[in-house]
DNA sequence: GAGAGTACGCACTTTGAAGTAAGGTACTCA
DNA sequence: TGAGTACCTTACTTCAAAGTGCGTACTCTC
């Protein structure tokens, strides 16, 4: 491995002390790339999907992190929540405008892990 | 918020179900997205550094978890510990070329929260 | 010669994220 | 009448991630 190798570059904003401790920037962070918050995110990135489809998609999940992980994201404004007043209930939840943002950054990461995981994990140096 | 937009292309790869629980890919994500992971691989997308930089960079790390997280970093081959025999020590940690790649998809993401934070935190809807 | 800097290792404690379990509503279907 | 579905909520528990604090071995500065 080369240590010359080029430094990737990085916006201004944190060129000199990554992110400061206790701001928004951190608690948003930890939202996102929380256990479960990355998978809904990723399931919801193929389209609106109802709460038992999350369920299959998000594979392990219980119901209560479900709900708290779609709660937490709803009020952080990436995920949309719309409930019809039908019986059986019907709910829906998509991705916000924000949400495809975020969710556009976060399939590449994904993706990568995807096809990296066996060979760091069980193959490693 | 309009129903129809447009969903972010996925790769074929998780169409269909993410990706299962208990495979590599999870626990590589775990890594990856922990707290300090993403903040260790970004101070060093911007080049090698040393112990104490690092701990000045990740604010509010604890020695600890920098030990801990660069060990299991380094296990997964994304980062390159280099340890010169002089005294006082002087130890160099440095992304490999995996872990440039890595860090390439992880700068945008951070970026991002890091724009909108404060918006999403502070001001919800 | 007292204190600080460098790069850790180890043991103990705390916290909070996540799991488990159970209940509730308003139906439909057999 | 009883079971099943869809969408949750609440309460209790667990366990691993993270924090705290101390020790080491050496050197350099005040």
Not at 83 to 101: F, M, N, W
Request: glycine share 8%; proline share 7%.
């Amino acid at each position: 491995m080369d240590a010359t190798l080029q430094p990737a570059p990085l916006p201004l904003s944190f060129s000199g002390g990554v992110f400061p401790a206790g701001c928004p920037s951190r608690t948003l962070l930890d939202h996102v790339t929380s256990k479960w918050g990355v998978l809904i995110l990723i399931a919801l990135s193929e389209g609106s999907q109802r709460w038992s489809e999350l369920r299959r998609r998000a594979e392990g999940i219980s119901e209560k992190m479900l709900a708290q992980t779609l709660k937490t994201l709803e009020r952080d404004g990436l995920v949309s929540r719309d409930a019809q007043p039908v019986i059986p209930p019907r709910v829906d939840y998509s991705l916000t405008e924000k949400g495809y943002e975020l969710s556009a950054l976060l399939v590449p990461l994904v993706a990568w892990t995807f096809d990296n995981a066996e060979e760091i994990i069980n193959g490693r140096a």
